[in-house]
């Protein structure tokens, strides 16, 4: 089994639809939690940061972490044909590396 | 955020060359860069973990001899591609673990081509 599993997709929304975004892992130990977005060509940008359970707001970005699920998840409201990019996840213990999800592609249609 | 520097964007050399890349953390100190490789439309792949002032550490499958990683300083780590072949043509990402929000910043990126 993976540590980190993420459907790839590809996604696509018409223009002003909520996206959401999962991933869900298997090591209980993970305690930061990331999501970057990533255009083609590009190297990822880092979107959100959350440290342990809950939720965290950034403008249209939402970011959700459940522990006793496992599961994260990245909403994305009113979305924006700017937004089409591919979106990993990561997560990490301190002091540990990184694990990452494979991407989920997303393209918003004007 | 912070921010990563790679130089330089993009290159191409005659096979058998070798190509330096350059990975700087510009506002922040990093202990630990790391290096990835990524193919069209692929997930990132790890390729190793660079410590400053200490050995790189490599990921099943790198050829340590082949990709060359130094981590001088706190804020520049190098890769070096040696006697580059048409097969490392691709798009290599550096990224720097900030230590006290554990996460890491990534660069831009380096597109390879070895014709």
């Known amino acids: 089994q993976k540590e980190v599993e993420q459907d790839p997709g590809p996604l696509s929304v018409p223009e002003g639809a909520i996206v959401s975004l999962n991933c869900t892992y298997s090591n209980s130990a993970f305690q930061y939690f990331m999501w970057y977005r990533q255009y083609s060509r590009k190297g990822p940008e880092l979107l959100m940061y959350t440290y342990s359970s809950g939720n965290k707001e950034d403008g249209r970005f939402t970011a959700q972490v459940d522990k006793s699920s496992k599961y994260i998840s990245l909403f994305i409201r009113d979305s924006q044909p700017s937004d089409s990019a591919t979106y990993l996840c990561?997560?990490?213990?301190?002091?540990?590396?990184?694990?990452f999800g494979t991407g989920t592609s997303l393209t918003v249609i004007p | 955020g912070a921010v990563v520097s790679q130089h330089p964007s993009w290159v191409i050399c005659k096979s058998g060359t070798s190509v330096k890349i350059e990975c700087r953390s510009l506002d922040f100190q990093a202990t630990t860069m790391f290096w990835y490789r990524q193919f069209p439309k692929q997930s990132l792949m790890l390729m190793a973990t660079?410590?400053?002032?200490?050995?790189?550490?490599?990921e099943q499958g790198v050829e340590k001899d082949k990709f060359l990683i130094n981590h001088a300083s706190l804020t520049l780590s190098t890769l070096t591609v040696t006697s580059a072949h048409p097969e490392d043509s691709s798009f290599y990402i550096c990224?720097?673990?900030?230590?006290?929000?554990?996460?890491?910043?990534f660069g831009p990126g380096t597109r390879l081509l070895v014709l």
């Open positions: 990561a997560m990490s213990n301190p002091g540990n590396q990184f694990y």
């Open positions: 990224s720097a673990r900030d230590v006290l929000q554990e996460t890491q910043y």
């Open positions: 660079s410590n400053e002032g200490s050995k790189a550490t490599y």
